[in-house]
């Protein structure tokens, strides 16, 4: 069954400080990988996406992310992080099951500092 | 493009009411829309599938006669809370899966559901 890990519960950064939320995953195929934040009271809003191709994906926000085979993992990096960045971050992989569905990590939360 | 809403956004209502929450996709089709529940400080919890012009598939340990959803349109897929208690006061977040799309779903804002 797949899986996703995501070790970090709550992370705490200077503004202006660069940023790396990780994330491993479990699947039995080539996954279709995400990253969703999502700000209190919120949906989820997706920021990136990999599928193929270029294992360095952009998205939006500034943020990026590295697809890395061997090691299962697809973590989420910002170079300079903002006050607004702030939020829960989630690393989801699919699809399965008949309904195509994902399935997510338990979320990082972001502070960050002034 | 890519929008999903959700209405309403915050609901109180008394115990045993029933409650109908809308999940809209307003600029694509969505044969799959997805039903989730959020507690505090959590992540999302599938409740279940749904499928256009057919019945919802739920997840295990999720009541479907408590739950019921309707997907009547490629657009539309509704909740209804029915009998609601205060035990399932939550987050209610649905998504749909861009039929056109690569896998990808997109959420709506979520639905603050509180029973008195």
């Known amino acids: 069954a797949q899986s996703v890990t995501q070790p970090d519960i709550h992370i705490t950064v200077s503004e202006g400080a660069s940023l790396e939320l990780r994330c491993n995953y479990s699947y039995g195929a080539t996954p279709y990988l995400f990253w969703y934040v999502q700000s209190p009271g919120q949906g989820l809003q997706l920021l990136l996406k990999y599928f193929s191709g270029d294992t360095l994906v952009q998205g939006i926000k500034g943020f990026e992310a590295e697809f890395k085979r061997s090691q299962s993992s697809f973590n989420l990096r910002k170079p300079s992080v903002h006050w607004s960045d702030a939020a829960e971050y989630f690393c989801a992989v699919g699809p399965s099951g008949s309904a195509r569905q994902l399935t997510f990590g338990s979320g990082t939360q972001l502070t960050v500092l002034p | 493009g890519a929008v999903v809403s959700q209405h309403p956004s915050r609901v109180i209502c008394k115990s045993g009411t029933s409650v109908k929450i809308e999940c809209r996709s307003l600029d694509f089709q969505a044969t799959t829309m997805f039903w989730y529940r959020q507690f505090p400080k959590q992540s999302l919890m599938l409740m279940a599938t749904?499928?256009?012009?057919?019945?919802?598939?739920?997840e295990q340990g999720v009541e479907k006669d408590k739950f019921l959803i309707n997907h009547a349109s490629l657009t539309l897929s509704t909740l209804t809370v029915t009998s609601a208690h205060p035990e399932d006061s939550s987050f209610y977040i649905c998504?749909?899966?861009?039929?056109?799309?690569?896998?990808?779903?997109?959420f709506g804002p979520g639905t603050r559901l509180l029973v008195l």
């Open positions: 749904s499928n256009e012009g057919s019945k919802a598939t739920y």
């Open positions: 998504s749909a899966r861009d039929t056109g799309g690569q896998e990808t779903q997109y």
